[in-house]
Protein backbone atom coordinates (compact mmCIF):
# COMPACT_ATOMS: atom_id res chain seq x y z
CA UNK A 1 0.00 0.00 0.00
CA UNK A 2 1.51 3.61 -0.83
CA UNK A 3 1.41 6.30 1.73
CA UNK A 4 -0.78 9.33 0.33
CA UNK A 5 1.27 11.73 2.37
CA UNK A 6 5.15 10.54 2.27
CA UNK A 7 4.82 8.41 -0.85
CA UNK A 8 6.32 5.54 1.38
CA UNK A 9 5.53 1.50 0.52
CA UNK A 10 3.73 -0.33 3.45
CA UNK A 11 2.60 -3.57 3.43
CA UNK A 12 -0.64 -4.55 4.51
CA UNK A 13 -1.97 -7.46 5.85
CA UNK A 14 -5.59 -8.58 6.80
CA UNK A 15 -5.50 -10.84 9.85
CA UNK A 16 -8.40 -12.23 11.44
CA UNK A 17 -9.90 -10.25 14.81
CA UNK A 18 -8.44 -12.21 17.49
CA UNK A 19 -10.20 -10.85 20.58
CA UNK A 20 -12.44 -12.75 22.85
CA UNK A 21 -14.83 -10.19 22.12
CA UNK A 22 -15.25 -11.04 18.75
CA UNK A 23 -18.65 -12.24 17.89
CA UNK A 24 -17.38 -15.55 16.59
CA UNK A 25 -15.10 -15.95 19.62
CA UNK A 26 -17.30 -15.07 22.24
CA UNK A 27 -18.08 -17.74 24.90
CA UNK A 28 -22.06 -17.49 26.50
CA UNK A 29 -20.26 -18.22 29.81
CA UNK A 30 -23.64 -17.64 31.48
CA UNK A 31 -25.05 -20.45 29.88
CA UNK A 32 -22.52 -22.82 29.82
CA UNK A 33 -22.66 -22.96 25.95
CA UNK A 34 -20.15 -21.61 23.45
CA UNK A 35 -20.76 -19.79 19.85
CA UNK A 36 -18.46 -21.54 18.36
CA UNK A 37 -19.23 -24.66 16.13
CA UNK A 38 -20.10 -27.84 17.60
CA UNK A 39 -20.36 -26.55 21.15
CA UNK A 40 -24.28 -26.41 21.26
CA UNK A 41 -25.54 -29.32 22.82
CA UNK A 42 -28.38 -30.90 20.75
CA UNK A 43 -30.88 -30.98 22.93
CA UNK A 44 -31.81 -27.81 25.24
CA UNK A 45 -33.47 -28.47 28.25
CA UNK A 46 -35.95 -25.64 30.06
CA UNK A 47 -32.78 -24.19 32.11
CA UNK A 48 -30.59 -24.33 28.98
CA UNK A 49 -33.32 -22.06 26.81
CA UNK A 50 -34.13 -19.63 29.75
CA UNK A 51 -29.62 -19.06 29.81
CA UNK A 52 -28.69 -18.45 26.63
CA UNK A 53 -32.56 -16.75 25.85
CA UNK A 54 -31.41 -14.33 28.57
CA UNK A 55 -27.66 -14.43 27.38
CA UNK A 56 -29.09 -13.25 23.94
CA UNK A 57 -31.28 -10.44 25.13
CA UNK A 58 -28.32 -8.80 27.10
CA UNK A 59 -25.63 -9.51 24.48
CA UNK A 60 -27.65 -8.34 21.40
CA UNK A 61 -30.07 -5.93 22.87
CA UNK A 62 -33.15 -8.42 22.08
CA UNK A 63 -36.52 -9.39 23.33
CA UNK A 64 -37.92 -12.17 24.90
CA UNK A 65 -39.61 -12.67 21.91
CA UNK A 66 -36.87 -12.11 19.28
CA UNK A 67 -34.61 -14.51 21.31
CA UNK A 68 -36.50 -17.37 21.56
CA UNK A 69 -37.54 -16.60 17.33
CA UNK A 70 -33.41 -17.04 16.57
CA UNK A 71 -32.67 -19.93 19.25
CA UNK A 72 -35.63 -21.62 17.37
CA UNK A 73 -34.10 -20.75 13.85
CA UNK A 74 -30.91 -22.39 15.20
CA UNK A 75 -32.44 -25.75 16.35
CA UNK A 76 -34.15 -25.65 13.28
CA UNK A 77 -31.23 -25.65 11.10
CA UNK A 78 -28.89 -28.10 13.06
CA UNK A 79 -32.19 -30.28 12.25
CA UNK A 80 -33.12 -30.89 16.18
CA UNK A 81 -37.05 -30.08 15.26
CA UNK A 82 -38.66 -31.13 18.74
CA UNK A 83 -36.12 -28.68 20.22
CA UNK A 84 -37.20 -25.69 17.69
CA UNK A 85 -40.62 -26.41 18.48
CA UNK A 86 -40.39 -26.26 22.18
CA UNK A 87 -38.45 -23.34 21.82
CA UNK A 88 -41.00 -21.71 19.20
CA UNK A 89 -44.21 -22.44 21.66
CA UNK A 90 -42.67 -20.18 24.22
CA UNK A 91 -43.43 -17.34 21.68
CA UNK A 92 -47.24 -15.53 22.17
CA UNK A 93 -47.84 -15.22 18.45
CA UNK A 94 -51.69 -14.47 19.52
CA UNK A 95 -51.15 -11.50 21.77
CA UNK A 96 -48.09 -10.25 19.06
CA UNK A 97 -50.30 -10.35 15.97
CA UNK A 98 -52.17 -7.13 16.48
CA UNK A 99 -48.52 -5.50 17.10
CA UNK A 100 -47.22 -7.01 13.75
CA UNK A 101 -50.27 -6.07 12.29
CA UNK A 102 -49.80 -2.30 13.40
CA UNK A 103 -45.72 -2.54 12.54
CA UNK A 104 -46.45 -3.26 9.05
CA UNK A 105 -49.46 -1.40 8.10
CA UNK A 106 -47.75 2.14 9.99
CA UNK A 107 -44.73 1.32 7.78
CA UNK A 108 -46.86 1.40 4.31
CA UNK A 109 -48.31 4.16 5.69
CA UNK A 110 -45.08 5.99 5.98
CA UNK A 111 -43.53 4.27 2.34
CA UNK A 112 -46.96 5.67 0.73
CA UNK A 113 -46.79 9.43 2.70
CA UNK A 114 -43.28 9.72 1.80
CA UNK A 115 -43.20 13.12 4.11
CA UNK A 116 -40.56 14.74 4.87
CA UNK A 117 -41.59 15.17 8.81
CA UNK A 118 -41.18 11.23 9.86
CA UNK A 119 -42.83 10.73 13.02
CA UNK A 120 -42.06 7.37 15.08
CA UNK A 121 -44.73 5.69 17.03
CA UNK A 122 -43.58 4.63 20.56
CA UNK A 123 -43.84 0.82 21.45
CA UNK A 124 -44.25 0.23 17.88
CA UNK A 125 -42.80 -3.00 16.99
CA UNK A 126 -39.29 -2.80 14.38
CA UNK A 127 -39.44 -4.75 10.93
CA UNK A 128 -36.68 -6.85 11.76
CA UNK A 129 -38.71 -7.97 15.16
CA UNK A 130 -41.75 -8.77 12.82
CA UNK A 131 -39.73 -10.86 10.11
CA UNK A 132 -38.07 -12.73 12.84
CA UNK A 133 -41.75 -13.47 14.21
CA UNK A 134 -43.07 -14.57 11.26
CA UNK A 135 -39.98 -16.52 10.16
CA UNK A 136 -41.07 -18.29 13.53
CA UNK A 137 -44.63 -18.95 12.58
CA UNK A 138 -43.26 -20.78 9.27
CA UNK A 139 -40.39 -22.76 11.14
CA UNK A 140 -43.05 -23.92 13.69
CA UNK A 141 -45.16 -25.14 11.08
CA UNK A 142 -42.44 -26.62 9.51
CA UNK A 143 -41.02 -28.58 12.47
CA UNK A 144 -44.46 -30.04 12.94
CA UNK A 145 -44.39 -31.25 9.63
CA UNK A 146 -40.95 -32.92 10.12
CA UNK A 147 -42.41 -34.44 13.42
CA UNK A 148 -45.10 -36.11 11.76
CA UNK A 149 -43.01 -37.19 8.89
CA UNK A 150 -40.58 -38.64 11.33
CA UNK A 151 -43.04 -39.96 14.25
CA UNK A 152 -46.14 -40.16 12.34
CA UNK A 153 -47.93 -38.24 14.50
CA UNK A 154 -51.16 -35.92 13.68
CA UNK A 155 -51.22 -32.89 14.53
CA UNK A 156 -52.58 -29.62 13.28
CA UNK A 157 -50.87 -25.95 13.86
Known amino acids: MLCACSGE ?13 SLATRDFSASGLSSR ?8 NDNQVEDVETTLKEALSLNYEEARALLG ?4 HKGNF ?23 S ?7 SRSKAVTVLPNLMSMHS ?25 TFI
Do not use: C
Not at 83 to 102: E, F, H, K, Y
Open 106 to 112: ERNKLRK
Open 9 to 21: QYKFEEAAPQSPD
Open 37 to 44: TGDWDSKL
Open 130 to 154: VSLLIEAILLKAKSLEELERHEGIT
Open 73 to 76: RLEY
Open 82 to 104: DAALQVIQGIDIDSLTPRMIRAI
